[in-house]
């Protein structure tokens, strides 16, 4: 079965399961490039993917300068893809089973919009204000 008849059925199924056109888009961009990839290795096939297809694939990605992120996203849709065919017995083994997906811990957090020493210089001065008042006022 060629890669493209693979990825049209594949995309086909899931819609029937019900994903969302963001989803289904997500993951036809993301095989296209998966097939773009194998294609210019002269592989069209799905029975002809190896295991090893997979690392170069990874790491062709990281040259590509894609964020963890990213590359998280592109090897799941890998893995999904393949396990669908084996589950659907369109191949006799699963190439994709042992990818590992990069962890998305590699980038960093964003700053958080308010850091807490503003936050905290903030409190302490409502409540020294508070208190001012309370005592201004003959409260305590």
Not at 88 to 112: F, N, Y
């Amino acid at each position: 079965m060629l890669l493209k008849d693979a990825t049209i059925d594949y995309l086909n199924a899931k819609q029937v399961e019900g994903f969302s056109p963001h989803t289904l888009e997500s993951s036809k961009s993301r095989l296209k490039l998966l097939a773009r990839y194998l294609r210019k290795r002269g592989i069209e096939r799905v029975t002809d993917v190896q295991p090893q297809h997979f690392d170069d694939y990874a790491l062709s990605l990281l040259r590509r300068g894609a964020k963890p992120r990213t590359r998280v996203g592109y090897m799941a849709t890998t893995q999904v893809f393949f396990r669908w065919l084996f589950e659907q017995g369109k191949l006799l083994t699963d190439p994709a089973r042992d990818i590992i997906l990069p962890t998305k811990d590699e980038e960093p957090l964003p700053e958080p919009p308010l850091s807490e020493a503003p936050h905290v210089r903030w409190t302490v001065a409502y409540v020294v204000q508070f208190i001012r008042a309370s005592n201004d006022s003959g409260l305590t």
